[in-house]
């Protein structure tokens, strides 16, 4: 059975950064859905690069068959990991059936990881991410945040409602997020 945390935000709350110094400290791999799907968006032969790239643009979600495998494939290629952070997933009903109906059985659901954050704020530090991305821009960015509004928040709220949500303010500098979410952490992995 794979470990797995789900880590949840608005775009630009830092899940990648704060998964990344998770997996440097805590053992845990880190898995996030988007760069998988980029990945994937690149490489040579994918049937699926224009419709990954249609979606990011859009800012709406793929189609879990393709996510949830791209997930499962890099979980079995590091199958030795203390567990997995799984960023940017489940963000709608698709992605959350097709995951129990593929990963059902198969997985330890630890909790969530809720990063909340103003979403005006989010929205800044996507403009300076300076990564390049084809999304990070003002027209892509709001559909986005309403993608994440309409359907990524219900999702979040459905594993409220059983407990599963550990929400840490990551509006706050970078230091401090990490350290109330290494608290979240050890408290999980004490039982
Ligand atoms: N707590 C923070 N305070 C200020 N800037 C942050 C913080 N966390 C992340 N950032 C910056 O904001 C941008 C988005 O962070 P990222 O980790 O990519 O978020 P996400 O994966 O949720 O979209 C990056 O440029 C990152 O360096
Ligand atoms: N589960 C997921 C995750 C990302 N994506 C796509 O990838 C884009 C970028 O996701 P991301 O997680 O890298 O974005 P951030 O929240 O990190 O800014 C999303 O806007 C979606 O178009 C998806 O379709 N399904
Ligand atoms: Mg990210």
Redo the contacts with the bound molecule.
């Keep these: 059975m794979y470990n797995v945390v789900f880590v949840l935000?608005?775009?630009?709350?830092g899940?990648?950064t704060i998964c990344s110094k998770i997996q440097q400290n805590l053992g845990y791999v880190h898995l996030?859905?988007?760069?998988l799907?980029?990945a994937e968006r690149e490489r040579a032969g994918s049937q699926f690069g224009a419709l990954?790239e249609n979606?990011?643009?859009?800012?709406?979600?793929?189609?879990?068959e393709?996510?949830c495998s791209l997930l499962e494939n890099a979980m079995i290629a590091s199958k030795d990991a203390n567990g997995f952070l799984i960023?940017?997933?489940?963000?709608?009903e698709d992605?959350l059936e097709g995951w129990k109906k593929q990963m059902g059985g198969k997985v330890n659901e630890q909790f969530v990881l809720f990063l909340s954050c103003p979403v005006d704020v989010?929205i800044d530090r996507?403009l300076h991410?300076g990564q390049g991305?084809t999304?990070?821009n003002v027209e892509?960015l709001k559909?986005?945040v309403e993608?994440?509004n309409q359907q990524t928040f219900p999702i979040i709220e459905l594993f409220e409602k059983v407990g599963m949500v550990r929400e840490v303010n990551s509006e706050r500098p970078v230091t401090e997020v990490y350290d109330d979410v290494v608290k979240v952490f050890a408290t999980a992995n004490q039982k």
């Design positions: 935000g608005p775009p630009g709350s899940k990648g996030s859905a988007g760069d799907l980029r990954i979606h990011i643009k859009n800012g709406s979600i793929v189609p879990v393709i996510t960023d940017g997933f489940p963000r709608n992605n989010c996507c991410r991305r999304d990070d892509s559909k986005r993608t994440y």
